[in-house]
């Protein structure tokens, strides 16, 4: 069975610009988890999306938004990229009665 | 939603047990405890969950006493592959929703 699968692994933006991050889930998984993760420092989250609805979002500006689409995979979009959203953006997925899985992430760099 | 505490660093050698304790007070009825362990710039790996009591598996033990505020994480004889940062979970379906909480992790660095 296939994990969560993230793309791209590396995306090298400039001030300014837009970024989009995409998401696989497991399948059968209906909810997925956005995480930004900035060097050193730990988890936070941003987004929860759950039968092509967000549900929940963190303490993040607008400028940070995604939608998941009918078979449950997702996008984060990040318009007006500054240099502090160099990141690890990971995301997960989850179903009820089993654990959230990670994807192995992609690395935003902001120029 | 569970404020998550714990220790930002330990420091072990190899072949020694590590315990990383996570404070969780307002631990809700329907959470469950979790633990992830992550390298550098990969995603975190789930390491074992519980609710109560102990539970073991393959690669490590978690102790959750009775009142569940707390949790450790206990890991039997380390080696140099268990560096990595290690993070506390705490989380439960509610109403349908599933709102995890993660601690700020713990950076574990195993010495020869």
């Known amino acids: 069975e296939a994990g969560v699968t993230q793309s791209p692994t590396h995306l090298i933006k400039t001030r300014g610009q837009q970024a989009t991050l995409r998401c696989s889930p497991i399948s059968g998984h209906t909810s997925v988890y956005w995480y930004q993760q900035a060097l050193g420092l730990g988890l936070q989250f941003l987004l929860w999306y759950d039968e092509g609805e967000e549900r929940n979002r963190g303490n993040f500006p607008p400028r940070f938004s995604g939608r998941q689409f009918p078979n449950y995979s997702s996008e984060l979009n990040v318009n007006a990229l500054e240099l502090e959203d160099s990141a690890l953006y990971l995301c997960?997925?989850?179903?009820?009665?089993?654990?959230?899985?990670f994807g192995s992430g992609t690395q935003l760099s902001v120029l | 939603l569970a404020k998550i505490t714990q220790p930002i660093s330990m420091d072990s050698y190899e072949g020694q047990e590590v315990n990383i304790t996570c404070s969780h007070n307002?631990?809700?009825?329907?959470?469950?405890i979790t633990w992830y362990q992550q390298f550098p710039s990969q995603g975190p790996r789930f390491i074992i969950q519980g609710y109560k009591t102990k539970v073991t598996n393959e690669v490590a033990s978690l102790f959750i006493p009775a009142d569940r505020k707390s949790s450790t994480l206990s890991l039997p004889r380390v080696s140099l592959s268990d560096t990595a940062v290690y993070y506390c979970l705490v989380g439960g379906v509610s109403g349908g929703s599933y709102i995890p909480t993660f601690g700020r992790g713990t950076s574990l660095i195993v010495h020869p």
């Open positions: 997960a997925s989850f179903r009820i009665n089993e654990k959230l899985f």
């Open positions: 307002n631990i809700a009825t329907n959470d469950y």
